[in-house]
């Protein structure tokens, strides 16, 4: 007896000390909780696909064609898929997920950050299936086998459409159209995904026309069609000649199509989407992405049983990003340049973010640590610890190496962030 109550009493003891200790809750406190991945049949496959828009918003257009495409070519039926649109950034995303395994999905996709805490709050309850928010950076530092994130490398298609407004800068300026090489940016948010965009436009622009600068706006939002038009009008009316965006709509593109046909010197680089059907004078081309490689190569590694990866990333070299057709009014040579450009990133003689093309605060940068702990939906506390890890090595920063999702935030000299539109 006095051994079972000595026993009892240390056992007390230890739990004591251990609810005493303050170690973090959050997954410090976790070990890895690793997902078993079986070969799957694909006409048994049930899969949920989350959007937080539907064919009308160019990104989740983007979204669903790429989807539709990878189920094609990996002969899954139209009927194993269950469509849900319009679900916002909040507890909706989770009650869809919920209800979607309810359904007997086996995996399910989001396409928009904000839907990620949601899905890994249902990965968490629902550990037998697979939950993949795209875009998202948790998935490697959750510790949840069942969270996978995907994001192709778009900053090697935002420098090749800069390599494209470039070329039509140097002739405006050759022809002494243009006089003052400054470009304007409509940017939904400063994350590091729109600056890692940002940037590589810039310096896409920056390697034919070394003396651009450039101007961000931020509309607060991924998609506003009125927000994006009256801020690539308010940036034209600084004097901006060439309009980049990352944002979701045709607002932009139609503003700047608007002032060229009343004489402003203005051209436009779209995203997502072909911009030609709405501005067919002003725009030079899109950065775009194929997602469905990712998806492909998502569902294929389900299919076949195979492990896991917490990251899935690609770029040019497997084909998951690429600019769209070359509008009419791009510079003659664009197209020689721009196959010249992509043959380059895929060689692996061009990086994007070579550290001999751009410097911060007048000093190249020679290394530079990046903390990919991710923080909570608040942005208040720090949610998952994850490694620090020097993400310029070699000369050039490592992007989307280390995780899929951009991690540039580097602010680059040339390159202003307005927060007034009167500065």
Not at 72 to 86: M, P
Not at 181 to 203: D, K, N, R
Request: with cysteine; proline share 3%.
């Amino acid at each position: 007896m006095k051994k079972f109550l000595a026993i009892v009493l240390c056992a007390v003891m230890v739990l004591a000390l251990a609810a005493c200790s303050g170690k973090p809750s959050g997954n410090d406190a976790k070990e890895e909780r690793p997902f078993n991945n079986v070969p799957h049949e694909v006409s048994a496959l049930k899969i949920g696909v989350i959007l937080v828009g539907d064919e009308n918003e160019g990104y989740t257009y983007a979204h669903i064609e790429g989807f539709k495409a990878a189920m094609a070519e990996l002969g899954i039926n139209e009927d194993q898929v269950t469509w849900k649109y319009v679900i916002p950034e909040n507890a909706t995303c989770y009650d869809t997920a919920a209800q979607l395994v309810d359904a007997g999905c086996n995996i399910i996709f989001s396409n928009s950050y904000g839907h990620q805490s949601y899905m890994v709050q249902a990965a968490e309850e629902f550990p037998e299936v697979v939950f993949v928010p795209a875009t998202g950076d948790t998935a490697n530092v959750c510790k949840l086998g069942n969270v996978i994130n995907i994001f192709p490398h778009t900053y090697e298609s935002r420098y090749v459409s800069g390599v494209v407004a470039g070329m039509k800068l140097k002739e405006l300026m050759d022809a002494g159209t243009v006089t003052d090489p400054y470009i304007g940016y409509v940017g939904a948010y400063p994350y590091a995904e729109v600056v890692s965009g940002y940037t590589a436009f810039f310096l896409g622009i920056k390697s034919i026309v070394p003396e651009a600068h450039m101007d961000v706006m931020y509309t607060s939002s991924w998609f506003d069609l009125n927000k994006e038009n009256e801020t690539a009008k308010a940036l034209m009316a600084r004097g901006c000649v060439i309009i980049g965006q990352h944002a979701d709509s045709t607002g932009a593109p139609s503003a700047v199509e608007a002032a060229l046909k009343e004489g402003t010197v203005a051209y436009s680089v779209g995203y997502n989407v072909d911009m030609l059907s709405v501005a067919p004078n002003a725009a030079l081309t899109s950065a775009q992405n194929n997602w469905a490689v990712l998806y492909k190569m998502v569902l294929k590694d389900f299919i076949e049983g195979n492990k896991l990866q917490h990251d899935y990333t690609a770029g040019y070299e497997a084909d998951a990003n690429m600019i769209s057709e070359l509008g009419a009014s791009c510079a003659p040579g664009t197209a020689e340049k721009v196959a010249e450009v992509i043959a380059a990133i895929k060689a692996g003689t061009l990086h994007v973010f070579d550290i001999n093309t751009f410097t911060v605060g007048g000093e190249k940068k020679d290394s530079y640590e990046f903390d990919f702990s991710t923080m909570n939906a608040d942005y208040s506390a720090v949610q998952y610890e994850g490694e620090k890890i020097n993400v310029i090595t070699d000369g050039y920063f490592h992007e989307s190496e280390y995780r899929s999702a951009p991690y540039f935030d580097l602010r680059i000299d040339g390159i202003k962030e307005l927060t007034d539109t009167n500065n």
